[in-house]
Every structure is written in structure tokens, then in C-alpha cells.
């Protein structure tokens, strides 16, 4: 049989257990407080799934397109355009009257119009009625006769004030002072208007002298109604 425990001898080991479980539970509390500190230090890190964005189609817009625009120039039928001439008198020839003017519109009610190679047209001295106007330029080459027998071109070109050129129009040259030159006269107009006229200095007549040619255009069937002239001084030095 056990003997029993005397009541001083229970209290004395229990005072025993509490002294020993006092040092354990402060060393259990410290570990409790230090190892979750030290755990939160590292965090771990949990990756994210990535999240498919949708795709979004913008409706294609089709835009107005201007549309082109294309100039169309009509060209009259009955234009007539007379060949530009120029101006400017070449080296050695002596010009006047200035260029003729651009043929205008309305050639097809023009009588007797014809439409040269050069492009020019061609009316006929009758056709040349007001408020239209013959208009005539002369050039002179060579513009000063230096020796004795040479010989002067002298060129007519009978327009109207429209462009046109003139055929059939009675051109007539003439010097002031008179009998001066030889060739002076009268010719008609050709086709493209033109009158050529060869002058030559007489013998005997004056060494040096200026004269001055005078130059018509006239309709021969009606000359009040178509006529105009044009004047071009020709110097005469020939040496001795």
C-alpha cells in the first residue's frame, strides 16, 4: 500500500513545478513574439494571371473623294488666227507700220476668206469694209544706198485692222522729191499680201540726198472705202 502524501510535501512540489514552467513559458512567449517579426520580413510574392484585353476593330469610313474636274476648251470653228509678224526689223532694213494684229473670230463670215500653209488667212481687198481698216507695213533693205546701182528691196505686207491678210489691193510706191529712184509704180497685192518692189538709184541723180517713199493700199473697185498708206524715209550716201 502507498503511504500518503503529506500535505506540506504536495505544496512544496507544486511550488517546484511553477518554478521551472515561470523560465519555459517566458522563453516560449519571446520565441512567439520574434518569429512572426522575422516572418514578416520576407513577403512572398504571388503572381498576378495576366488579364486578355479585348481587341476593339474601328469600322473602316470611307471618305468622299472630290471629283475631277476637267476644263474643256472649245475652239470656234470659224477662228482665224493670221501669223504673228514681227516687228522688229532685221539688221540693215528699215521697217514701218508695226506688227499687223491677230486675226479675231468670224473668219466663215468673212467673203472670200482661205486659210493659207502659214496659218494666216487670206480675204480678198472687197471684204475690207468699216469699220475694218487695210493697214500696210514696208521694210526697206538695205535701208541706206551707199554705191551707185545698188539696188533697194522694198516689201509691202497689206493687213486689215481684224488680222487678216489682204489680196488684190492696188499698193503703189512713189519718192518725195519725184523721179528720184527707179521701179516706183504700182502692183496688186498677192495672195498673202505681200508687193515686192526693186528700186535703183538713176544715174547722174544726187550723191547723197534723204527721201522719202510714200506707200498706198487701196481697194481699185472702191478706194474711199478701203485705202490707207504708210510713208519710210530712205537716205542716200553714196561715197565719190
Known sequence: MNAPIHPRSRRLQQL????????VAAIGLAL??????AAGDVVPTIPAPPLPLPTVSAPAVDLPVPPTTTSTTTT???TATAS?????AAAGTQAAGGPAPSASKGTSAVAGAVRLRSAAVSIPVS???PPARVLVRVSLRPATMRRAGEAIQARVHVTD????VVRGAEVGIRSVPADRLAGLGQKLSTLDGQVAFRLVRPAGSASRASLLLVVS???????KLAAASR???????VGR
Not at 16 to 23: F, G, K, Q, S, V
Open 32 to 37: 512567439g513574439v520574434q518569429l512572426p517579426a
Open 231 to 237: 510713208s519710210i524715209r530712205l537716205a542716200i550716201r
Open 76 to 78: 470656234d470653228p470659224g
Open 127 to 129: 471684204s475690207v469694209r
Open 161 to 164: 485692222s481684224r488680222g487678216f
Open 217 to 223: 493700199a487701196v481697194d481699185p473697185t472702191a478706194p
Open 84 to 88: 504673228p509678224a514681227s516687228g522688229v
Open 16 to 23: 517546484r513545478h511553477a518554478a521551472w514552467l515561470a523560465p
